[in-house]
């Protein structure tokens, strides 16, 4: 199946889950990743209970923040 | 090295100046060619901490500003804060709370009213290394 992960489309397996696709993208500091899948916002926590579907597009979102 | 456009620049220190005395922030989004950074617009998000002290991106406003660079075709490149009351660069809590090595954290100082300063950072865990910033 197609998705679009963090803008590029690309071929993945069936059953893929986020929590596969953060390891395989390489996303660094996944603990402080948001998702959306399709514009909605993925609940952490289901990463790995959540799979995604043909056509998908994910976003991944680093929480950002400072202070002076 | 990264590039900001005289008028983007123009467009954060403003939007940092009317969110007086909190800290403002946005995003950055451009194209990287030979290396060089090439910031093409910038974002105005609101910061959800209302804080002279802190700034946090609406989650909501960042998926927007994201999915308006996918559309543009161009990336997401990093952030850029204000800092009202203390020099350009990173606080604790900014290397603290930077969970991406490869953004460019960009820091706008309004200490001195009259003459502002930007820099841009990166930041790897407690190291925040200066990058070479260039307004044309």
């Given at each position: 199946m197609t998705i679009t992960a963090a803008g590029n489309k690309k071929e993945v397996a069936d059953g893929l889950t986020v929590a596969q696709l953060i390891i395989d993208e390489k996303v660094e500091t996944p603990e402080y990743v948001t998702?959306?899948?399709?514009?909605?916002?993925?609940?952490?926590?289901?990463?790995?209970?959540?799979?995604?579907?043909d056509g998908d597009v994910v976003e991944f979102l680093y929480f950002m923040g400072g202070g002076q | 090295m990264i590039k900001l456009s005289k008028s983007d620049f123009e467009k954060i220190l403003a939007h940092a100046e009317s969110e007086l005395p909190n800290e403002a922030c946005g995003l950055i989004g451009g194209v990287i060619e030979d290396g060089v950074k090439i910031i093409k617009k910038v974002y105005l998000l609101t910061n959800i901490d209302h804080s002279n002290e802190h700034f946090s991106l609406d989650p909501k406003e960042q998926l927007a500003a994201v999915k308006d660079m996918r559309a543009q075709g161009i990336s997401p490149l990093g952030n850029w804060h204000s800092h009202p009351e203390s020099p350009s660069r990173p606080s604790e809590e900014d290397k603290r709370l930077a969970y991406d090595s490869k953004a460019s954290y960009m820091i706008l100082s309004l200490m001195n009213r009259d003459e502002p300063?930007?820099?841009?950072?990166?930041?790897?865990?407690?190291?925040a290394e200066k990058e070479e910033l260039v307004i044309e």
């Open positions: 998702v959306t899948i399709n514009d909605e916002f993925v609940e952490s926590g289901t990463f790995e209970s959540t799979v995604l579907k | 300063v930007l820099n841009s950072f990166k930041i790897n865990g407690s190291d």
